[in-house]
T-cell receptor
Framework: DAKTTQPNSMESNEEEPVHLPCNHS???????IHWYRQLPSQGPEYVIH???SNVNNRMASLAIAEDRKSSTLILHRATLRDAAVYYC?????????????FGTGTRLLVSP | NAGVMQNPRHLVRRRGQEARLRCSPM?????VYWYRQLPEEGLKFMVY????????ESGMPKERFSAEFPKEGPSILRIQQVVRGDSAAYFC???????????FGSGTRLTVV
């Protein structure tokens, strides 16, 4: 599995934007970039995914570098409920089953 | 439309007993995945099942652990003769197709005393 590198932790204040970076310099052309997050004492939940173009949904935005070697998950206005561990995962779906492989993620702390 | 249901939420077993963890996937989902999360660690893949078939069990310990997803009923993760090192949160996820996103349950927290 292609590897991703994320900071161990980041801090933010409530109602401010948060940019969570992810480096994936060995990404291949068929790797999708997925983001999941895990709130305390809960299972992970899907946030967003993309291949080449930037993506937006109701939870977040995903900005993908032109060379695809890095990406940034953007939470436009952090709330206390966004405090979680955020996982950036590469997933190649071109050749059948490819399980989600979780790294250590970024622990986001949100202060009031 | 209920999400992925796991039960029990908490399970306490004495060393040497058996633990049975159940997972009901989302309606219409036929792909089930089990992950284990040790305290203060990341999630580790254990097994991927479709109805009546084990597709990938590369993350399952070779002994004491087994999983099934019968034609009818929930998927079961079974741990025989539990040891303290089995204490962890066990998460189940399901997906509509194998290359779709996963929906996770809230997990079963197993404590071995």
């Amino acid at each position: 599995d292609a590897k991703t590198t994320q900071p161990n932790s980041m801090e933010s204040n409530e109602e401010e934007p948060v940019h969570l970076p992810c480096n994936h310099s060995t990404i291949s052309g068929t790797d999708y970039i997925h983001w999941y997050r895990q709130l305390p004492s809960q299972g992970p939940e899907y946030v967003i995914h993309g291949l080449t173009s930037n993506v937006n949904n109701r939870m977040a935005s995903l900005a993908i570098a032109e060379d695809r070697k890095s990406s940034t998950l953007i939470l436009h206005r952090a709330t206390l409920r966004d405090a979680a561990v955020y996982y950036c995962i590469l997933r190649d779906t071109s050749t059948g089953f490819q399980k989600l492989v979780f790294g250590t993620g970024t622990r986001l702390l949100v202060s009031p | 439309n209920a999400g992925v249901m796991q039960n029990p939420r908490h399970l306490v077993r004495r060393r040497g007993q058996e633990a049975r963890l159940r997972c009901s996937p989302m309606k219409g989902h036929s792909h089930v995945y089990w992950y284990r999360q040790l305290p203060e660690e990341g999630l580790k893949f254990m097994v991927y099942l479709q109805k009546e078939n084990i597709i990938d069990e590369s993350g399952m310990p070779k002994e004491r652990f087994s999983a099934e997803f019968p034609k009818e009923g929930p998927s079961i993760l079974r741990i025989q003769q539990v040891v303290r090192g089995d204490s962890a949160a066990y998460f189940c996820a399901s997906s509509l197709l194998e290359d779709y996103g996963y929906t996770f349950g809230s997990g079963t927290r197993l404590t071995v005393v």
